[in-house]
């Protein structure tokens, strides 16, 4: 099993839409919580991280649900630019580095 | 100002070959990671340094592979006797520090290396 799941989509959405991405991860030592976003050919960049009381950013909510260790992404009022591969990112407090989910595969139609 | 960058950004090279990919971090940056993405997967982490050292590499997948940073800057991962398998993209990515809250990652673009 892998450490960090993800449903790979594709999700293809048109603009406007509300699109939600879930993640478990299997390590319950695990600390700290990511998204990041990897556009096609690019690097990923951290998108936002997320905390157990969740948070927002604009258009983007993280939640964290540490008792069954799930992770969600909600984006609203999509956009053309928000078309993407959104993945799923775990680091356990003793570890440093990151733990990466396969990544979800977001295309926002027009 | 600069981000991480790697070279070259891409290499191609033939099976049993030896081969060396450059990482320079964000100046100042203490940590620097190499992490592996295959087509399809999200990176994987094969190391981390902090300063000179390597802090842990319990990622490497075996003993072909290898990465110093002699200067506590620029770093270099080695693979050795090169395998079709290893065809991959290869992300460096550095930190501040290691401790929150300037341990984000910053990644450079990666080098594509494929083994023919």
């Known amino acids: 099993r892998k450490e960090v799941e993800q449903d790979p989509g594709p999700f293809n959405v048109p603009e406007g839409a509300t699109v939600a991405f879930n993640c478990t991860y299997s390590?319950?030592?695990?600390?700290?919580f990511f998204w990041y976003r990897q556009d096609c050919r690019k690097e990923p960049k951290l998108l936002m991280s997320?905390?157990?009381s969740g948070n927002e950013d604009g258009r983007f909510t993280a939640q964290l649900n540490r008792a069954s260790q799930y992770i969600s992404l909600l984006i609203r009022d999509s956009k053309l630019s928000d078309s993407a591969t959104y993945l799923c990112?775990?680091?356990?407090?003793?570890?440093?580095?990151?733990?990466f989910g396969s990544g979800t595969q977001l295309t926002v139609l027009p | 100002g600069a981000g991480v960058s790697q070279t070259p950004s891409n290499k191609v090279t033939e099976k049993g070959k030896y081969v060396e990919l450059r990482c320079d971090p964000i100046?100042?940056?203490?940590?620097l990671y190499w992490y592996r993405q295959s087509l399809g997967q999200g990176p994987e982490f094969l190391i981390y340094?902090?300063?000179?050292?390597?802090?842990?590499d319990s990622g490497l997948p075996n003993d072909r592979f290898f990465a110093v940073r002699p200067e506590g800057s620029v770093s270099t991962l080695k693979i050795q006797r090169t395998e079709r398998g290893d065809s991959a993209v290869y992300l460096c990515?550095?930190?501040?520090?290691?401790?929150?809250?300037?341990?984000?990652?910053?990644f450079g673009p990666g080098t594509r290396l494929t083994v023919l």
């Open positions: 990515a550095s930190s501040l520090s290691i401790s929150y809250p300037d341990n984000e990652q910053f």
């Open positions: 390590n319950s030592a695990s600390q700290s």
């Open positions: 997320v905390y157990s």
């Open positions: 990112v775990v680091s356990s407090g003793s570890a440093r580095q990151l733990t």
């Open positions: 100046s100042g940056h203490t940590a």
């Open positions: 340094f902090q300063g000179t050292g390597a802090a842990d």
